[in-house]
């Protein structure tokens, strides 16, 4: 068996040397890291309002993260559900590595506005609102899209016509106020027991009202519309 000649052996060297490099060197293509975020994007966006279209950054091509072929990804907690956001990506091979990727997630949808002025203090009504098509995205987090949001709520402050109406623009009206006579509906299995007390708070839909009974106890229960109190055993 003849041995290479001693010219070649320099030639093999330099080879190997380049191929250790150029393993040592090899990136994660930006492709399959996006391909992964749309489909991820595609998901998250089936429960949100009218119509969603998203942008999506880029990864270095010149990074130094080694290759992968499998990913998680997922919304950073707190992030909202449009607008711009970025997105964290995991890589589930041995290199394991993390990488945020920015994307703009817009949604042109109807919000709410004011269809005429609203004095402050003034309860909303269906009359006083309107909807405006627009992009979300570009709009504050808690833009009012649903009716729901707004009616049979106060004023916080004076609204001109055609303002896009936020959450904290309103506020929840009181359905038991301190010193108000309420009904006490008590109700457990089996049995359900009415009485009448003085309101020691005042309470919103849902939120906790204590009440003074004719009897003198002090009980708690779940302020309800129309000065109602209903308590649970």
């Not at 055609?162 to 506020?171: A, F, V, Y």
Request: with cysteine; aromatic share 6%; net charge positive.
């Amino acid at each position: 068996m003849r041995r290479l000649t001693t010219p070649l052996r320099p030639l093999f060297a330099f080879l190997a040397l380049c191929l250790v490099a150029a393993l040592t060197h090899a990136q994660q293509d930006p492709a399959p890291v996006k391909k992964a975020i749309e489909s991820w994007l595609k998901i998250q966006s089936k429960g949100l309002p009218g119509q969603v279209s998203y942008e999506i950054g880029g990864i270095d091509p010149g990074n130094q993260l080694a290759p992968c072929n499998s990913f998680d990804v997922s919304r950073p907690q707190g992030a909202q559900g449009w607008g711009r956001i970025n997105v964290l990506v995991r890589c589930l091979n041995e290199a394991g590595w993390r990488v945020y990727v920015p994307v703009h997630i817009r949604v042109k949808a109807d919000y709410l506005i004011s269809a005429r002025p609203i004095a402050q203090g003034q309860v909303v009504v269906e009359d006083d609102l309107a909807t405006q098509l627009g992009d979300l995205s570009e709009l504050p987090s808690n833009i009012l899209t649903e009716f729901a949001g707004a009616v049979g709520k106060a004023a916080a402050t004076s609204i001109p016509a055609g303002r896009p109406l936020r959450s904290d623009m309103l506020r929840a009206m009181m359905v038991v106020r301190q010193g108000q006579t309420v009904r006490v509906i008590s109700r457990g299995p089996g049995f359900t027991v009415t009485n009448e007390g003085r309101a020691l708070n005042n309470a919103i839909e849902g939120q906790v009202a204590q009440v003074r009974l004719g009897n003198g106890h002090v009980i708690s229960g779940i302020a309800k519309a129309g000065g109602t109190v209903e308590v649970g055993y």
